[in-house]
């Protein structure tokens, strides 16, 4: 573990160092933010991703009105008001479990990102909204597919799917039993999806065995007429010690 946070970290040993005068030099004068920076980067408030931005085209904003109109925000420690759907809020920054306390998951969050949320243009990469029904027996999101994840020409790349789909079922399977990880992701790619459109991805609590969850899943278009992808996925809930393991 301290081995994964001095990489993390740059190369230096020490996380004291880091937040003072650094043990070893940097690789470059880039690496190791000043203070003033370190300071707005631990305690300004994050980004929600998942809210409407320029980029969003007419049908992506058609969808996140019609689930938000039905939707309670998440608020952390409020009881919903009982509608059918609650949009999850998304930040870029995941590291909650892995840190060991919330001071050292802010330090480290300061370099790392969450891997759909890190391309800064708006609409480039992945844009999306999940909402999760109340029971916790599905959920939707809304995904607009941007530029940057071409893999056949003018259509997405089946690895881009597979994140979003491991990102929503994971999404999912967490809000049923968190911390879990994904053990097993099958897909099936049935017809290919143009770049800039935007897509609906389902995912189904299929059954739950001890800490295993099983969960489907689906991407189709957005009135329901295409069949994109199918998948399956296996995540197993683990422990904090699993994760501090490395
Ligand atoms: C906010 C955005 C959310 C994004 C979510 C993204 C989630 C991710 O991408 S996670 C990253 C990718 N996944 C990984 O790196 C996981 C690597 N694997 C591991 O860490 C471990 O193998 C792990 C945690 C899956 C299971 O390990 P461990 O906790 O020791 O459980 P283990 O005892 O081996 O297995 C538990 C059960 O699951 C079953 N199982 C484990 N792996 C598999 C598998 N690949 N296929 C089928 N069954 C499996 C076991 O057979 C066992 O079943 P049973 O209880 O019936 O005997």
Same mark, same amino acid.
């Given at each position: 573990?301290?081995?994964?946070?001095?990489?993390?970290?740059?190369?230096?040993?020490?996380?004291?160092?880091?937040?003072?005068?650094?043990?070893?030099?940097? $690789?470059?004068?880039?690496?190791?933010?000043?203070?003033?920076? *370190?300071?707005?980067?631990?305690? +300004? #408030?994050? =980004?929600? %991703?998942?809210?409407?931005?320029?980029?969003?085209?007419?049908?992506?904003?058609?969808?996140?009105?019609?689930?938000?109109?039905?939707?309670?925000?998440?608020?952390?420690?409020?009881?919903?008001?009982?509608?059918?759907?609650?949009?999850?809020?998304?930040?870029? $920054?995941?590291?909650?479990?892995?840190?060991?306390?919330?001071? *050292?998951?802010?330090?480290?969050? +300061? #370099?790392? =990102?969450? %891997?759909?949320?890190?391309?800064?243009?708006?609409?480039?990469?992945?844009?999306?909204?999940?909402?999760?029904?109340?029971?916790?027996?599905?959920?939707?999101?809304?995904?607009?597919?941007?530029?940057?994840?071409?893999?056949?020409?003018?259509?997405?790349?089946?690895?881009?799917?597979?994140?979003?789909?491991?990102?929503?079922?994971?999404?999912?399977?967490?809000?049923?039993?968190?911390?879990?990880?994904?053990?097993?992701?099958?897909?099936?790619?049935?017809?290919?999806?143009?770049?800039?459109?935007?897509?609906?991805?389902?995912?189904?609590?299929?059954?739950?065995?001890?800490?295993?969850?099983?969960?489907?899943?689906?991407?189709?278009?957005?009135?329901?007429?295409?069949?994109?992808?199918?998948?399956?996925?296996?995540?197993?809930?683990?422990?904090?010690?699993?994760?501090?393991?490395?």
């Amino acid at each position: 573990m301290a081995r994964n946070l001095a990489r993390i970290l740059g190369g230096c040993g020490s996380l004291v160092p880091f937040m003072k005068t650094p043990a070893c030099p940097p $690789r470059n004068s880039s690496s190791i933010p000043p203070a003033r920076t *370190l300071v707005q980067m631990l305690f +300004s #408030k994050s =980004r929600d %991703f998942s809210l409407p931005n320029s980029s969003w085209g007419e049908e992506m904003m058609r969808l996140y009105e019609f689930y938000n109109g039905q939707s309670d925000v998440e608020t952390e420690g409020e009881e919903n008001q009982g509608r059918e759907w609650k949009r999850l809020p998304s930040y870029n $920054r995941s590291l909650k479990y892995a840190t060991g306390g919330v001071y *050292l998951s802010k330090i480290i969050q +300061s #370099k790392a =990102r969450l %891997f759909t949320r890190n391309i800064r243009e708006p609409g480039a990469a992945f844009e999306y909204v999940l909402f999760i029904n109340k029971e916790k027996e599905r959920c939707v999101c809304v995904f607009q597919a941007g530029h940057l994840l071409e893999g056949p020409p003018g259509h997405v790349h089946g690895g881009a799917i597979a994140t979003m789909i491991d990102t929503v079922t994971g999404t999912h399977a967490s809000a049923i039993s968190a911390p879990v990880m994904t053990a097993n992701l099958n897909i099936d790619y049935r017809s290919p999806i143009p770049l800039g459109s935007t897509v609906l991805i389902e995912s189904t609590l299929e059954k739950t065995e001890g800490r295993k969850l099983y969960i489907s899943c689906k991407v189709t278009s957005t009135d329901g007429s295409k069949r994109h992808t199918d998948a399956t996925a296996l995540f197993v809930s683990i422990s904090v010690a699993h994760l501090l393991k490395g």
